[in-house]
């Protein structure tokens, strides 16, 4: 009876979880948020000019060529932040189904790569600018990107973008004093704002730092939405404070993407990236951000790439049934 008990709890439990977070993915009002960060030309990477092993966090500008138009074909129009709330709340309808693509960090390669992209297929982005970036995040890039002019940054708000704020310096919110958080906060979009000459109503918090707390004070300096390391779809019910996002990684076909997006297929996938995000509320940021680092670096490292994931999940629950049945008829 206990071995059933300790074996079946955690089982019904996760199918709880994961039932759950199919109701949400099945919410009419469902809006896929999709995050990239960098880009690679894709005739550099085949002729060998240009090598850079990073694929969780960098795509080639084929992939989001043919993820655009893979969006457009099955009738995803790309929206903005204000075009998002206005469709949550009911006061603005698409010419389409609804997408948002994001942007992280204010990297050169999205200027060069990922805009002209955009332009071609008729969509606009939403960049997430880390105004002054921290030597952590400079060093990441050293010899591979950089990350764009204020000039840069007006032309995408001209062209129709939406350039948003991802703090001064892309350094951990939960990790700093309420006073250093809310200077990250309004510096950055004080900063932007002279830039733009326009107002900066939106936020992403970097590098999954952002808690309770943080998302409190990130209320209180003004942003009307933030994004953050939370998976899954946005729907109308969440807090605009805490919009989910889909992260797309190197190697993601079109059709692929489309894959992703289905209510069952990113049920799973927001379950496991939530057991991803343990060691991040169990021991902080920095400590949670070094186990990933450890994981992704690791043997572990293809199989989590997003086009494996309903296999490895399939694997996983395959080889806990095995041991379940051994530890009860052995």
Known sequence: M?????????????????????RQELDPTRVPILMYHRFLAADDVASGRVHDPERVWVALDSELDAQCQAL??????AVDLDELQAYFAGTFKPAGKPV????????????QLARPVLRRHGMKGVFYIAVRPDAHTRELVQGLDGF???EQLRALHAEGHTVASHTMSHGLLSEMSD??????????KDQLE???????????????????????????????????ADKGGACASHDPLRLPRFGVSRGTSGEALLARL??????????????????????GPRAGYRVRQMVYGGPLRRALFQERLPLVMALGGAVYVAVSLAWLWG
Do not use: K, N
């Open 72 to 77: 457009a074909d099955a009738g995803y129009v």
């Open 2 to 22: 206990w071995a059933l008990l300790t074996l079946g709890l955690p089982a019904f439990a996760v199918a709880l979880w994961a039932a759950r977070l199919l």
């Open 148 to 150: 764009m002019t204020p």
């Open 262 to 283: 289905q209510p069952h297929r990113a049920a799973w996938e927001h379950l496991l990236a939530d057991l991803r995000l343990i060691p991040t509320r169990l021991l």
């Open 100 to 111: 948002v693509l994001t942007f992280d960090d204010g990297y050169r390669s999205c200027w």
């Open 179 to 188: 006073a250093d958080v809310r200077w990250e906060l309004s510096a950055s």
């Open 194 to 228: 002279r830039w733009l000459g326009a107002p900066v109503r939106h936020f992403c918090i970097p590098r999954a730092g952002g808690d309770r707390r943080v998302v409190r004070l990130v209320g209180e300096a003004g942003y009307v939405t933030s994004t953050g």
